[in-house]
């Protein structure tokens, strides 16, 4: 990857000021034959009063949730410590945590669901929809100075949307099969009907009624439920990206992460300074998400800057540039292509196993690096 550039100083933007948090999902794998296991209630109560580890939509899933965080390296801490945390607490109850957007062995038709009132009215609502497999992912909140600046930037954040997703595909594996696809999970995601690109909107007020729209006509619960692939946070005053899987390891989500704070600083810069980008259809953004999710990073999307296609790796290399500081995301890039992305190593592990636990152990394994 290239670190360096020749763009303006205005297009230039550090964003190291912006501040972000990290939302990761596990899944919990059985020791015995690598399937879904509804130990979360078990786990949650062995690890008492720590805020930072919850429950989840499933009772065979977590969510750790670091502090609002100023730099990298407080992120790195605060994931690595949840990580190690949650994962010990699954080995007292006999079984794995894993970071992977979906379960690699079938479990149960109808997944036991979190006792949570909210996930009660999701099931009555919406029944096999949210009563099947359950998907993990990884989001990402960037600190906004305001919810009409955010709506600005959720313009420009959607030609990236789907390099974020290649940058972070990771369930490769489902079923017990090879699926073909990067991100396995994307395609299980992407049926809930507001699993979707934001929109270019002029304002917040046109952005608060297409939420209001959704809700009104049944699509969502509430606004917590319209699941917009980068959203207004309905609870922070954030920017929260949510296309991405969750990542095999802990580099991999502080890439993600380093990755979705430095495009939100760009766009601010960008909109503030006037730059120009290319205007990107609806139907081209689908069709990128679409193409990353089956191809990863050597999927092709368009370029917001130039309006031509291609491939992510280039489209990486174009933001680095932007960057007034890119270390240490272009340090991350570089390890990276040197080991692959999730998507690449699950399958690696998966040619590698000899059976379903030990791909659920490798997966615990890399999930702790």
Known sequence: MRTGGTSTNAERSGSPTLTLGVEEEFLLLDHSDGRPVDRAPAILTLLGDEPRVK???LRSQLETVTGVCTDLGQVEEELARLRRLAA????????????????PQRGPR???VTADPRYLQLI?????????????????????????LGVRVLARLRPYLATLLALSANSPIADGRDTGWASSRYLRWTRWPTAVPPRVWR?????????????LRGDALD???????????????????????????????????????????????????????????????????????????????????????APH??????????????????????CLALRGTGADRQRAMWVQADTPQHFAQFLADATLC
Do not use: Q, W
């Open 124 to 148: 009555a609502r919406y029944g096999p929809l949210a009563a099947g497999p359950g998907t993990c992912g990884c989001h990402v909140h960037i600190g906004i100075p305001s919810r009409e």
């Open 203 to 215: 304002s917040v007020a046109d952005y608060d009624a297409a939420v209001r729209r959704l809700i």
């Open 88 to 103: 010990n607490a699954a080995k007292d109850m006999d079984c794995h945590l894993v970071a992977t957007g979906m379960a």
């Open 110 to 112: 109808l997944c036991p």
């Open 313 to 334: 790796r280039l489209l990486l290399d174009g933001v680095l540039d932007r960057l007034a500081k890119p270390e240490p995301i272009a340090r991350l890039l570089r």
């Open 223 to 309: 606004e917590r439920g319209v699941y917009f692939h980068a959203r207004l946070s309905p609870r922070y005053p954030t920017v929260e990206l949510r296309i991405m899987d969750a990542c095999l390891t802990i580099d991999d989500t502080l890439l993600v992460a380093g990755l979705a704070r430095a495009l939100v600083g760009l766009a601010i810069d960008n909109e503030r300074d006037g730059v120009p980008i290319k205007a990107v259809s609806s139907r081209r953004i689908a069709a990128d998400l679409r193409t990353a999710a089956r191809h990863g990073l050597l999927a092709h999307a368009v370029d917001p800057y130039t309006g031509s296609l």
């Open 55 to 57: 429950h989840e939509f």
